[in-house]
């Protein structure tokens, strides 16, 4: 098979131009092109002198604005589409076509671009982000966050005591005025004594069940259960002072110290006064 391609110019301008060789001969003559200038005269009094040879003289000066003042653009505002979406957007316009018009564009962009309905992802239970992203108060999500808030507080003690000494030096006034309202809230009271009572029990190692107070009086017809009590006949009351001798507590009928549990089978209504005196007796109130 003949090879047709031409032979390599070295030496030359097209050389280096055209056949892109880089041999020392074609940079030199490439390099002499260059500083040799155009070939060509500067065609003075034409836009191509100005442009192209970088002419200033005054003829070409006078070439290029003649060319500019013939190829001016026409300034005349062109008139407002309405009832398109460039009215509205581009032109600003806010008459009633072009509003009706942005509105049906922008209908059926949505409907274009509408994406399908996602199946509602399921609660992960048992994790930080089931309780605080999914919003789940669950038992297995609030032991989770429970953990986790246990968990930094543990990391970071330092930050966390300085976070909690800012807050309350901040709102300190917020804090004492929503301690009050909660200590004449008979609620609160209830449910602090509640708690309360769980904490001890726990503790103490003992098994603690969600217990309300409430129900214990009820079923028991708000009467003291502890033998030999010292107010028979007189029910036990919530209202007034909790050091009262006639104010409702809950007795364990085994005591905890002697491996009791906080269960429903050993809680009964009991007198404060009654309640502090059979101490961690079974028996009763001693004779």
Known sequence: MVDDTPP????????????KCRCEECKEAAAAYRRSGPKSP????????YTYH???????????????????PSREPKPLPHGTWSGYSYHKCRCDECVKAMRAHARKQYDTHRRRPREPMPIPH???????????????CKVA?????????????????????????????????????????????????????????????AFVEDVPRLEIFERDDWQCQIPGCLYPGIPVKLDGRRTD???????????L???????????????FRCNVVKNDRIEGIAS
């Open 126 to 140: 048992g994790t930080t982000s089931g309780y605080r992203h999914h919003k789940c108060r669950c038992d297995e």
């Open 145 to 205: 966050a429970r953990a986790d808030d246990r968990q930094r507080r543990e990391a970071n003690p330092e930050r966390y005591r300085d976070y909690r000494k800012r807050s309350y030096e901040v709102n300190r006034e917020k804090i004492a005025e929503y301690n009050r309202r909660r200590q004449d809230d008979p609620k609160h009271r209830r449910i602090k004594c509640d708690a309360q009572q769980r904490r001890e029990a726990r503790k103490r190692g």
């Open 8 to 19: 390599i110019p070295h030496g030359t301008y097209s050389g280096y131009v055209r056949h």
């Open 245 to 255: 001798p006639l104010y409702a507590n809950v007795d364990h009928i085994i005591p």
């Open 257 to 271: 110290s002697k491996g009791g549990r906080h269960e429903r089978s050993n809680l009964a209504a009991a007198h």
């Open 42 to 49: 500067i065609p003075h009094g034409k836009l191509s002198g």
């Open 54 to 72: 970088k002419c200033r003289c005054e003829k070409c000066k006078a070439a290029s604005r003649e060319y500019l003042q013939r190829n001016k």
